[in-house]
């Protein structure tokens, strides 16, 4: 059982690169959504998507961009790398039933110099 | 808009301590609650939740009940373990009507489980 993948765990970037975190899950899910966590403010929604082909945005949307063309992909580009998005990220998944079992990943530690 | 407020880490227990880490929500809606548990090195994934007032989710020995009275989710465990040893999310999730579930968490709390 895969569940949610993401790729790379690790990554360090100098300012100004871009990069795209990658997120399958493989579950059939259609809510899928993206999370940064930064000590002391727990976890922060970036964007989401209810489905192939809609996203929306989040609490801290600034600097991020994603693309749902599957139900299994969400991946989450950074354009333009800034210190400020030094951080863990989350991919997570779950159906859009109300209430339902949100599925994490094991994170991505992302290191912006 | 709707928030969790967690009480502060660290917390440090001995083996077999009684626990308790405290969650209080505001919501606009009727929310469902969450706890959350991270692993060291692990994402996170679902303890217990409760979707209506005077619920009581429990799972692995933990417990925890909606109280919409004092609109609290407090997390107890009677007897820890050092395999508790993680950081736990209060969460909640407002059906606003649409097809999402989007989950807003407090700022977790570490627990230490020493043996």
């Known amino acids: 059982n895969a569940g949610v993948t993401q790729t790379p765990k690790f990554q360090v970037l100098k300012t100004g690169q871009s990069m795209t975190l990658q997120c399958a899950q493989d579950m059939n899910h259609e809510y899928m959504s993206w999370y940064r966590q930064d000590p002391g403010m727990g976890l922060r929604l970036i964007h989401y998507?209810?489905?192939?082909?809609?996203?929306d945005q989040g609490e801290v949307p600034n600097g991020y961009n994603v693309s749902r063309s599957t139900t299994e992909d969400f991946p989450l580009r950074l354009l333009s790398a800034a210190p400020s998005q030094t951080s863990v990220y989350f991919c997570?998944?779950?159906?859009?039933?109300?209430?339902?079992?949100?599925?994490f990943g094991q994170g991505t530690r992302l290191t912006v110099v | 808009g709707d928030s969790v407020t967690q009480m502060e880490g660290p917390v440090t227990l001995s083996e077999e301590a009684f626990l308790t880490i405290n969650c209080t929500y505001t919501?606009?809606?009727?929310?469902?609650l969450f706890w959350y548990v991270q692993y060291p090195g692990e994402g996170l994934q679902l303890l217990l939740k409760?979707?209506?007032?005077?619920d009581k989710g429990s799972n692995k020995g933990f417990e925890a009940t909606y109280r919409k009275e004092t609109t609290s989710f407090h997390l107890e465990k009677g007897s820890v373990q050092v395999s508790d040893s993680a950081v736990y999310f209060c969460a909640l999730s407002d059906f606003y009507g649409g097809a999402t579930n989007k989950l807003i968490f407090g700022t977790g709390t570490l627990l230490a489980v020493q043996p």
């Open positions: 998507s209810v489905g192939a082909g809609i996203t």
């Open positions: 919501a606009t809606g009727y929310p469902s």
């Open positions: 997570a998944s779950s159906s859009t039933v109300p209430n339902t079992e949100a599925f």
């Open positions: 409760a979707t209506k007032a005077d």
